[in-house]
């Protein structure tokens, strides 16, 4: 299983995948909005996602988990 992290602060705008769905790398999972701009969090790898740990309009730091891949 792998951990895919915020790369920066802000709050989740969109959750694109839920738990059970497959992944592509390079494919978007979640959207984050940080000084009024959209930042694409992609997985780098196929999987399945396995749990999504965040929810729309929440706040996340650098490094916080969105999701886990498996």
């Not at 059970?20 to 997985?43: F, H, N, R, W, Y």
């Amino acid at each position: 299983m792998t951990e895919i992290t915020a790369s920066m602060a802000g709050s989740v705008w969109k959750v694109l995948v839920k738990v059970g769905d497959e992944v592509e790398e390079d494919q978007d999972i979640a959207i984050l909005e940080s000084m009024k701009m959209e930042i694409p969090i992609a997985t780098d790898f196929d999987g399945v996602v396995k749990e999504v740990k965040v929810n729309e309009g929440e706040f996340v730091n650098e490094g916080d988990v969105i999701a886990v891949i498996e």
